[in-house]
């Protein structure tokens, strides 16, 4: 909310994305591939966390090829098969790309929060 109930800008918010670009300015990876690398982490399968981040099996077996691809590293090892399905998990690499951007995420909410306040109090006069 960017001010007091009845200010002109009640109902507006800021908003913003974050995401990792090549030197051509080509985004490689964004929130929702970093989004899909949680849902691995806590689901321990590549397809629930296809499933929980609401896109297909092979669309997120695409991004973590594409990003691992353009990274020049494995994001996560996947187990085949069993009784129960196979398992993935994050590697130490995917897992320090994944707390370094939680980490960053939180920083810049919280920043953000303090500059977007101050912003609508300069505007909501």
């Known amino acids: ?3 007091k109930k009845g200010s002109k800008y009640y109902n507006i918010f800021m908003a913003y994305k974050i995401c990792l ?5 080509n985004e490689l990876i964004n929130e929702s ?4 690398l949680k849902n691995i982490y806590n689901q321990k399968s590549l397809v ?3 499933k929980e981040s ?5 669309t997120a077996w695409n991004k973590i ?3 691992e691809k353009h990274l020049g590293f494995k994001l996560i090892i996947s187990e085949r098969g069993g009784e129960n399905g196979g398992l993935s998990y994050l590697t130490d690499d995917g897992l320090n790309l994944l707390n370094a ?3 960053l995420r939180t920083k810049i909410d919280n920043s953000l929060k303090n500059i977007t306040k101050k912003f609508f109090n300069t505007i909501n006069i």
């Open 48 to 50: 629930a966390a296809a």
């Open 21 to 25: 670009n090549d030197v051509n300015k």
């Open 65 to 67: 090829h594409t990003m």
């Open 33 to 36: 591939s970093l989004e899909l």
């Open 101 to 103: 951007y939680l980490e």
């Open 54 to 58: 609401n896109i297909t099996f092979r």
């Open 1 to 3: 909310m960017a001010g």
